[in-house]
C-alpha cells in the first residue's frame, strides 16, 4: 500500500467548490485523479490541527488544513476526525449556526438532539456541503481509495506519526496491532435515542433470525446486531418477544470482562427486533477450525476454562444461568498477544427460579439432568466441560457432533467414554462431568481447585469443598 496517496479524496460538486480546489492556498492537497478531475486529497498528509485524529480541517481560518476563502463559509466550519478504536471516519459540523450537512443514495444525516457527527464511509453520506442559508453553498463528493482495510493499515501507519512543521508527507513508522473487529464497549441507556448503523457484513443466521457486522454511524463504534423477525401468529409473537426480552434485560443488567458486552436493544413494537452487542474477532469454533490458534492445545484449553468459569459462577451469583454454553458461543478477542474469551448469545437463558424451561440449547452440549430436573448453573459447568471435550480434539466426539441425533441419555454414555481416551487434558475437571448435579462441581470450587480462588465471585466462605477434599 502506497502510504502517500489519499484515503479518500474530495471532487468538487459545483463551482464554488472547484475555487475551493484551485485555491493557491490548498495546492499542497491537491491531487489529480486518473480521470483528470483535480481534487483535494485526505489522509495521506498530517493536518495543522493539535488533533492526532483529525485528518483534515475545513473553514476561513487560515490554519485550516482546507482554506475556504469565501464568507458563506465558518471559520472553523467542518472536519474529518479518525476513531482510532475502530478505524472509521467520521464527518464532524464545527460551525456555530450548523452549516453543514451530509447527503447521497444513504444517508444518515444529522439530528437534532445530537452530537453534529456521522460516520462518512463507502457507500454511505457520500457526498458534504456547507455554507449559505440551505447549507449547499459548497459542495463535495467524497471519492474513496481505500476500503476499511485500507483505513486499518492507514491508521497503522499513522499512530505513531509527529510532526515536523506545519504540514509534512507522513513518514514511516511501528505500529502497534489494532484489531478493526472488536468494538469498545458503548453503554446505551433505556430512553436514549434509536440507534443508527450501516452494515458491514454478514456473521451468521439461523432460525431465529440473522447476525450482522454494523457500525454505529453516529460514533463509529462497530458492533454485532442480531436482528429478529417476529412471528405472524399473535400467541407465538408473544411467547417469542418474551424470550428475547428476557435476553435484553438479563445482558442489560450485567457486567463482567468474560460476559460479551450489551450495548442495546430496540424495535421491540415493530416486525424486526434487533439486539446490539460488542464485537469480537470470532468465537472458539472459528477460532479452533480456522487453524490460527497460536498456542498449545493445553494451554488453550486451560484458558478458556478459566474465562468461561469466572463467567459461569459470576452468572450463578446473579441466579442465571445460560443454557447454551458450547464453542460456537464462546467468544474471543485479542489483547496485544493474549486470548480473552467471553461467553455469548444469551437466547436461551435463564434464572434459576424458573420452573418450565424449554429445551433451546444444543442437545450434544446439554446436561443430562435438565429434562424435568432442577435448573441450576450447574448445568452450564456440564456444558462447558463437553466444550472442554470438543475441545480435546476427540475423534469420536466430534463424530457425535456431526452426526444423527441421539438421546440425552446415550450422548452422556458417549461424552463418558470418550472421557476416559483424554484423561491427560480432562483428568483434572473431571468433577464437571457427575451425571447427577448434586455430585457435580460448581464453578467456584473448580476456579478454587484450578486456579486457588482468582476470579472468583462467589465469597470464598460460602464455598464448600469438593468431595474428597480437606
Not at 401468529?233 to 408473544?238: G, H, L, N, T
Not at 481447585?449 to 468431595?467: A, D, E, F, N
Request: aromatic share 8%; net charge negative; hydrophobic share 40%.
Amino acid at each position: 500500500m502506497d502510504n502517500h496517496l489519499p484515503l479518500f479524496s474530495l471532487e468538487p460538486q459545483n463551482e464554488r467548490a472547484q475555487e475551493v480546489v484551485l485555491s493557491e492556498r490548498n495546492k499542497y492537497l491537491v491531487h489529480k485523479d486518473p480521470d483528470g478531475t483535480l481534487v483535494l486529497g485526505i489522509g495521506h498528509v498530517l493536518s495543522k490541527s493539535e488533533s492526532r485524529a483529525t485528518l483534515a480541517t475545513l473553514g476561513r481560518h487560515e490554519r485550516s488544513d482546507i482554506v475556504v476563502e469565501s464568507t458563506a463559509a465558518a471559520e472553523h466550519q467542518c472536519s474529518f476526525e479518525f476513531n482510532w478504536e475502530t478505524n472509521f471516519i467520521l464527518f464532524f459540523d464545527r460551525s456555530r449556526a450548523e452549516t453543514s450537512q451530509v447527503y447521497g443514495p444513504e444517508c444518515h444525516p444529522f439530528l437534532p438532539h445530537r452530537d453534529r457527527k456521522v460516520v462518512v464511509h463507502p457507500g454511505l453520506n457520500e457526498f458534504i456541503s456547507f455554507g449559505g442559508h440551505n447549507r449547499d453553498f459548497i459542495q463535495f463528493r467524497l471519492r474513496w481509495y481505500q476500503d476499511r482495510a485500507g483505513a486499518l493499515e492507514r491508521a497503522r501507519y499513522l499512530r505513531h506519526v509527529s510532526l515536523a512543521g506545519d504540514t509534512q508527507l507522513v513518514v514511516d513508522s511501528d505500529s502497534e496491532s489494532i484489531s478493526p473487529r472488536v468494538s469498545p464497549f458503548r453503554d446505551i441507556e433505556p430512553g436514549q435515542q434509536q440507534i443508527r448503523w450501516h452494515k458491514l457484513g454478514d456473521l451468521g443466521s439461523g432460525a431465529f433470525g440473522h447476525v450482522y457486522e454494523a457500525v454505529n454511524t453516529d460514533d463509529g463504534t462497530v458492533m454485532a446486531i442480531k436482528t429478529m423477525k417476529q412471528p405472524e401468529d399473535p400467541q407465538a409473537r408473544e411467547k417469542w418477544k418474551k424470550r428475547w426480552l428476557r435476553e435484553a434485560k438479563i445482558l442489560s443488567g450485567v457486567r463482567h470482562l468474560h460476559i460479551v458486552e450489551y450495548i442495546g436493544s430496540q424495535c421491540w413494537d415493530g416486525e424486526v427486533m434487533e439486539i446490539f452487542m460488542a464485537l469480537k474477532e470470532g468465537t472458539l469454533q472459528s477460532l479452533v477450525m480456522g487453524g490460527g490458534v497460536r498456542i498449545s492445545r493445553d494451554e488453550l484449553g486451560d484458558i478458556v476454562l478459566n474465562h468461561i468459569l469466572q463467567a459461569i459462577d459470576f452468572l450463578a451469583t446473579n441466579f442465571i444461568v445460560h443454557l447454551d454454553i458450547k464453542p460456537d458461543n464462546i467468544l474471543y478477542s485479542m489483547l496485544g498477544d493474549r486470548y480473552l474469551f467471553q461467553l455469548g448469545d444469551f437466547g436461551a437463558c435463564h434464572h434459576e427460579a424458573a420452573e418450565l424451561v424449554p429445551l433451546m440449547g444444543a442437545k450434544v452440549y446439554m446436561a443430562p439432568d435438565l429434562p424435568g430436573g432442577r435448573l441450576t448453573h450447574k448445568a452450564d459447568v456440564w456444558s462447558l466441560y463437553v466444550t472442554m471435550l470438543w475441545l480435546s480434539g476427540n475423534a469420536q466426539f466430534r463424530s457425535l457432533c456431526a452426526g444423527p441425533r441421539k438421546s440425552l441419555k446415550r450422548i452422556s454414555e458417549i461424552i463418558s467414554e470418550c472421557t476416559l481416551n483424554e484423561e491427560p487434558f480432562l483428568g483434572r475437571i473431571r468433577e464437571m462431568a457427575e451425571v447427577n448435579p448434586n455430585e457435580r462441581a460448581s464453578a467456584a470450587q473448580m476456579l478454587v481447585k484450578c486456579y486457588g480462588g482468582v476470579g472468583l465471585s462467589t465469597p470464598r466462605h460460602r464455598i464448600p469443598p469438593l468431595s474428597g477434599q480437606p
